[in-house]
């Protein structure tokens, strides 16, 4: 399998090199060269196999002979570590648990599987000093640091806003800085600030002769590929597989997404995918009037990692399914298999309450814009019991607790995974200019 950059589609790299560099050379993305399609039996048999195997099934075609078997089958098991459960909720209403990870977020998934993946291919190339570069929302920074704790050659730098990430996402981001190879840069500004001091590090000729950079940002293939196995394994769960199914998808970077729809176009039955966002609601302005804006800079909610006004994945869905967002070309086609919803954080806060009211389900603020998603395209259905409906909860709520607490009007029991994360004085280096950043990342 090659890969081709969206900016120069005569360009084509393989899947490690693809990975290396995270990003291509001119700053855009790479994209697979075809989807490949799963045999009919893999999805007939699919109760039969173990989730390991579902998962080697899925993403070997995307690897090619970049990783061998024995190594590929590795990398998947130290990644699954933990379960999906799919919770019924309601009547044909499921939550898709994707917290279950190390970190409580999906993003565990996909940095983990980034993580062995670097771990395998960095030696073969020889890359001296190879170097995580990544700006986070929130949810990103904690999954990236714990993913790398164990290659300790890898050296791993996490930027996140000052004051802007929840108590337990910062400490999730900082109790692994006492790692010497994972260092945690608090930034007095907002996500945008820290995108940028990322951004400028990669194309900074100085830094790049200095040390060899990747991102862990969804733009990474080897996190976004993996992101495809939890919706086989979602399928695999469900009983009654004849009832058509809609996914509704809380989206920031559209990553989550992406991934659900190459699952799709391998050849996953799923009839519809929902993208469930908050204010920052640029792709479902989008799909309702055809005008593509970017939300710049994005606008704070209580559901933070969502907090993205300028989703770098949507090019790779606009590339799936041939749409240019500059004339109407593609976004019919679009629209037949992709909703969109947005709410705010009043309807947020409402949906938490509801849930916990109604079902007894403690749902995080992304989840509950997920089912809510999910509950607007159902009934706008003329019968909207001719589906059945997942929606993705991505977070655990006690990584939300201040909000959700509030909401609910109870406490929710910690984890014990967290007890030890959550001291005080946890190192941190605060950043107030790129020079800086810049003098740090040359020591
Ligand atoms: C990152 C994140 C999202 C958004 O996922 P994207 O792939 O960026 O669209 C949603 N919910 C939670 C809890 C997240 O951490």
């Known amino acids: 399998m090659k890969y081709y950059n969206l900016g120069n589609r005569k360009q084509k790299v393989d899947f490690s090199t693809a990975v290396l560099q995270g990003i291509a050379p001119d700053k855009s993305l790479y994209f697979p060269e075809f989807i490949p399609k799963l045999r009919n039996d893999f999805i007939c048999n699919i109760e039969k196999l173990s989730d390991d195997e579902i998962a080697y099934q899925v993403i070997s075609p995307f690897i090619g002979d970049s990783i061998p078997p ?39 998934v996909g940095a983990r599987f980034m993580a062995h993946t670097l771990n395998y291919l960095t030696p073969l190339v020889g890359e001296k000093y190879m170097t995580v570069l990544v700006a986070t929302s929130g949810d990103t920074g904690g999954a990236v640091a714990n993913a790398f704790l164990e290659f300790s050659y890898i050296r791993t730098i996490i930027v996140f806003p000052k004051g802007k990430v929840s108590e337990i996402q910062e400490a999730q981001i900082t109790s692994t800085a006492n790692k010497d190879h994972i260092e945690a840069f608090e930034l007095d500004g907002t996500f945008d600030t820290c995108q940028d001091f990322v951004k400028r590090a990669f194309v900074d000729e100085e830094i790049n002769d200095f040390l060899t950079l990747t991102s862990a940002n969804s733009i990474n293939i080897a996190r976004l590929l993996p992101q495809m196995f939890y919706y086989f394994l979602a399928y695999k769960q469900l009983k009654n597989k004849s009832i058509p199914i809609v996914c509704s998808v809380p989206s920031g970077n559209f990553g989550n997404l992406c991934a659900g729809l190459f699952a799709k ?70 629209k037949k298999i992709l909703s969109g919803y947005w709410f705010d954080d009043g309807q947020t806060k409402q949906s938490i309450e509801e849930l916990y009211q109604k079902r007894q389900y403690i749902a995080d603020p992304h989840g509950a814009i997920g089912y809510l998603g999910l509950k607007s395209f159902l009934n706008k259905q003329e019968n909207s019991n001719k589906y059945q409906g997942i929606f993705l909860e991505t977070a655990h709520p006690i990584k939300f607790r201040d909000d959700v607490e509030q909401i609910i009007q109870k406490k929710i029991p910690m984890p014990n995974s967290l007890k030890e994360t959550l001291e005080d004085d946890l190192p941190r280096t605060l950043l107030w200019s790129y020079p800086q950043f810049k003098s740090y990342l040359m020591i």
Do not use: C, W
């Open 70 to 108: 024995k190594e590929l089958k590795e990398i998947i098991k130290s990644t699954l570590t933990f379960d999906f459960p799919l919770v019924p909720i309601e009547q044909n209403i499921f939550s898709l648990e994707l917290f279950h990870g190390p970190t409580l977020a999906f993003k565990d």
């Open 265 to 334: 176009e391998m050849g996953l039955p799923i009839d519809h995918f929902i993208a469930s966002t908050n204010r920052n609601n640029t792709v479902v302005n989008y799909l309702s009037d055809g005008t593509y804006h970017p939300i710049v800079p994005s606008i704070k909610t209580i559901s933070n990692a969502m907090d993205v006004g300028q989703p770098s994945n949507f090019v790779r869905i606009q590339e799936l399914y041939g749409v240019n967002i500059n004339n109407d070309e593609g976004l019919e086609s679009l």
